[in-house]
């Protein structure tokens, strides 16, 4: 299984971007799959989630409003769009995916299987 991330870069603070993930080699019906990201010095966070089932989603009290989440069942690919981007967005974000079916109704951690490598982004 890989998770592929892209998109991201360096933006000024209110602008927008859109990262993608692409994944291989993972076949689900019915899965959470979600976006989180880490800034220097923090731990991990979860930003968006997404349940494949049904297409539910969830979000994060400080980014409800600004990001959405997709993901393309057609196509293998994850989308977080990004817009009125702030300074304290600035982090690598990563992919991640269960390999186990379920709704994103729980959102810890160490339920995500796989990971991608991550894509920096910098607001400034």
């Known amino acids: 299984v890989q998770l592929v991330e892209s998109g991201g870069g360096s933006v000024q603070a209110g602008g927008s971007l859109r990262l993608s993930c692409a994944f291989s080699?993972?076949?689900?019906?019915?899965?959470?799959m979600a976006w989180f990201r880490q800034a220097p010095g923090k731990e991990r966070e979860g930003v968006a989630f997404?349940?494949?089932?049904?297409?539910?989603?969830y979000y994060a009290d400080s980014v409800k409003g600004r990001f959405a989440i997709r993901h393309d069942n057609a196509k293998n690919t994850m989308s977080l769009q990004m817009n009125n981007l702030e300074l304290e967005d600035t982090a690598m974000y990563y992919c991640?995916?269960?390999?186990?079916?379920?709704?994103?109704?729980?959102?810890?951690?160490?339920?995500?299987?796989?990971w991608g490598k991550g894509t920096q982004v910098t607001v400034s």
């Open positions: 080699g993972y076949t689900y019906s019915g899965n959470c």
């Open positions: 997404i349940y494949t089932g049904d297409g539910t989603s």
């Open positions: 991640a995916a269960d390999s186990g079916a379920g709704s994103c109704a729980v959102q810890l951690i160490r339920r995500f299987d796989y």
